[in-house]
């Protein structure tokens, strides 16, 4: 059974980076097959992708959020990452961490990021 | 990009009722389709995926249909644990993800 376990700050000053970590357990990152995906939803909003990392290290964005996202991989830790620059109060979210195919399986149980001074 | 356009946004029904939740999209995109239920503080849960093939462990009363643009999501007698939002969402030859709206569903 694979689990997937955010880690990270809640809480987030304006201008600064958002930074995540995702474990994931009973199963191998660089076994491959799955993209690891990173979803957000704002309090009380609906769910938005914000992009992907297959193990190979190869990454696809949500557009919208491209120029301050950067998604990596540990293999070695069994880990992949999210970075999120230049934050504001529009990306306090419930942030998510997902293995992908063309659904998405198995997800983490989410971690309130919340931006404020 | 795809759009997804789900309906209704919420509804209300009586245990037991047939519930019909329908997306569609912007353009084709042939069954790329899946369904989820969320609970609230909880993450989605796969339901459907490629728009009718049910995930394992589902129950039957959970079903999905349509291709092209039009899709159907429905459940056939509704139980009070099914309270919840479900979303449709979609992918492309990228494997970028899109979501629909959701569907707020309760109990009359």
């Known amino acids: 059974q694979v689990q997937l376990q955010e880690s990270g700050p809640g809480l987030v000053k304006p201008s600064q980076t958002l930074s995540l970590t995702c474990t994931v357990s009973?199963?191998?990152?660089?076994?491959?097959?799955?993209?690891w995906s990173w979803i957000r939803q704002h309090p009380g909003k609906g769910l938005e992708w914000i992009g992907y990392?297959?193990?190979?290290?190869?990454?696809y964005y949500n557009p919208s959020l491209k120029s301050r996202v950067t998604i990596s991989v540990d293999t070695s830790k069994n880990q992949f990452s999210l970075k999120l620059s230049s934050v504001t109060a529009a990306d306090t979210a419930v942030y998510y961490c997902?293995?992908?195919?063309?659904?998405?399986?198995?997800w983490g149980q989410g971690t309130l990021v919340t931006v404020s001074s | 990009d795809i759009q997804m356009t789900q309906s209704p946004s919420s509804l209300s029904a009586s245990v037991g009722d047939r519930v019909t939740i329908t997306c569609q999209a912007s353009q084709d995109i042939s069954n790329y389709l899946n369904w989820y239920q969320q609970k609230p503080g909880k993450a989605p849960k796969l339901l459907i995926y490629?728009?009718?093939n049910l995930e394992t462990g589902v129950p039957s009363r959970f079903s999905g249909s349509g291709s092209g643009t039009d899709f159907t999501f429905t459940i056939s007698s509704l139980q009070p644990e099914d309270i919840a939002t479900y979303y449709c969402q979609q992918y492309d030859n990228l494997r970028v993800l899109t979501f629909g709206g959701g569907t707020k569903v309760e109990i009359k």
């Open positions: 009973g199963g191998s990152i660089s076994s491959g097959g799955y993209y």
């Open positions: 990392i297959y193990y190979s290290g190869s990454t």
């Open positions: 997902a293995r992908e195919d063309t659904a998405i399986d198995y």
């Open positions: 490629d728009a009718s």
